[in-house]
């Protein structure tokens, strides 16, 4: 097999490595192939080209493997969809490569966190098992990880786009919202994207869908999979007189002894525990993390608490949907928005406007971000987050928390949201020791 790979990041490597330790070869082309590229592509012993050359060599290989990041309109992918090229992701090449079991876990919203949920639960029961994918493992490489029964998979959209035989055992689709419109020509075709994760699971596969988002229980009525349903109060696995109830088994846990117990943190813990027991894993198990498991950094973490403010860090809402979890689990909020938009209409958090003390807009989406509270919010405006910090200070009052939530990437001020999220608790901590 000859692969064309797009993108040298951290998959693309991966993915040509594997490739070459089973006889395929590789060509890699890369949009910018700098000095740091070119040295990962002699390592590798492959030859790499630039983006001018990419749509030629498609009609010269086997399979075209774009890197995650890659976007679906990119010259090389539509030349191979024009050509019959085939495309897979590195979720296709696991696939065809090995037959070990997956629990796999997409959605917009919440991905991570349950992936790490369900990583936990079926370690804590006895499980051997491994987190891969959409973080610092490719899929691909933890194919040769000794002793693994089964592997947990994040599956971002971009990775199941181009999947085929990629089946799951248990596949959960979290929920949907508008996202990565700059990398999807539209609506639609992100929500197949997101369907793939059931295309090719069979009878004995199980769906987990959530029973409170109409478009993922719509594909999930469509699939051949059995299915498995949660919400927080409609489903299989649902929130009653405040107990996460799970068919047959009852009581999972009482929220109210739970560290993270936001509406949203409820839903995750219910879809994770759906998605575990229903591949067999123990239902003590699952009571045991949900009780110890104190959240993912840049989600909804507090960084300060003085003066009856507290202050959160949700770096890593980057939707709008996002910052609407978020928000709803407070009663009076000071949010700090804004970033880069990928694209998305944020104007659907103005009926937030009841629970918003104040609204501080940041980044290249600031003015968005006050169009989108005009009338329902005071909004202020921020050129760097030592302001936004001191403004959302201002505005706030004791009983408030102020939340960074911004509903945009971080690229306009930062590298990632980690680095956006890190900053913020930094000013905030300076803020609040420089406080007489």
Request: one cysteine or more; charged letters at 20%.
């Amino acid at each position: 097999m000859h692969g064309l790979v797009i993108g040298l990041g951290v998959t693309g490597e991966a993915v040509t490595r594997q490739l070459q330790r089973r006889g395929g070869t590789v060509t890699v082309t890369d949009d910018r192939p700098g000095p740091a590229v070119r040295d990962r592509a002699q390592e590798l012993r492959v030859p790499v080209a630039g983006a001018e050359e990419a749509v030629a060599l498609v009609a010269e290989v086997d399979v075209v493997l774009p890197s995650p990041g890659v976007p679906f309109g990119h010259p090389a992918v539509q030349a191979a969809l024009r050509q019959g090229v085939p495309i897979w992701s590195e979720f296709e090449l696991a696939a065809r490569w090995d037959s070990r079991p997956v629990v796999a876990v997409t959605g917009t919203n919440g991905k991570t966190t349950v992936t790490t949920l369900i990583t936990d639960m079926l370690v804590e029961s006895g499980r051997k098992v491994v987190a891969a994918g959409n973080n610092e493992l490719p899929l691909v490489d933890a194919l040769d990880l000794p002793g693994v029964e089964a592997f947990v998979v994040e599956a971002s959209s971009f990775r199941l786009q181009f999947t085929e035989s990629f089946r799951p055992a248990v596949g959960a689709w979290l929920n949907l919202s508008p996202d990565h419109l700059d990398w999807h020509p539209s609506l639609e075709h992100y929500t197949a994207a997101k369907a793939r994760i059931w295309t090719a699971q069979g009878p004995d596969d199980l769906a987990v869908a959530n029973a409170e988002d109409p478009v993922v229980l719509e594909h999930a009525r469509k699939g051949s999979a059995g299915t498995v349903t949660f919400g927080l109060h409609e489903g299989d696995f649902r929130l009653v007189a405040g107990e996460l109830r799970a068919p047959e088994h009852g009581c999972i846990a009482r929220a109210d002894e739970l560290p993270r117990r936001l509406p949203h943190d409820l839903v995750n813990g219910l879809a994770a525990c759906a998605s575990v027991i229903s591949f067999g894993g123990d239902p003590a198990s699952c009571s045991a993390v949900l009780r110890r498991f104190e959240g993912l950094p840049h989600r909804v973490r507090l960084v300060g608490d003085s003066g009856g403010v507290r202050w959160y860090d949700d770096s890593k809402a980057t939707t709008p949907a996002s910052v609407l979890a978020a928000v709803n689990g407070f009663d009076s909020v000071v949010l700090i928005a804004g970033g880069r938009n990928k694209g998305l209409d944020l104007r659907v958090l103005a009926p937030l406007g009841p629970r918003l003390r104040g609204v501080v807009a940041i980044g290249e989406a600031a003015q968005a971000v006050a169009d989108a509270f005009a009338g329902v919010a005071p909004v202020s405006t921020a050129t760097s987050m030592e302001e936004a910090v001191e403004r959302a200070a201002f505005m706030a009052e004791p009983g408030d928390a102020v939340i960074l939530s911004p509903g945009c990437a971080s690229y306009d001020w930062y590298n990632n949201y980690g680095e956006r999220g890190d900053h913020f608790a930094s000013v905030v901590g300076h803020h609040l020791r420089a406080r007489p």
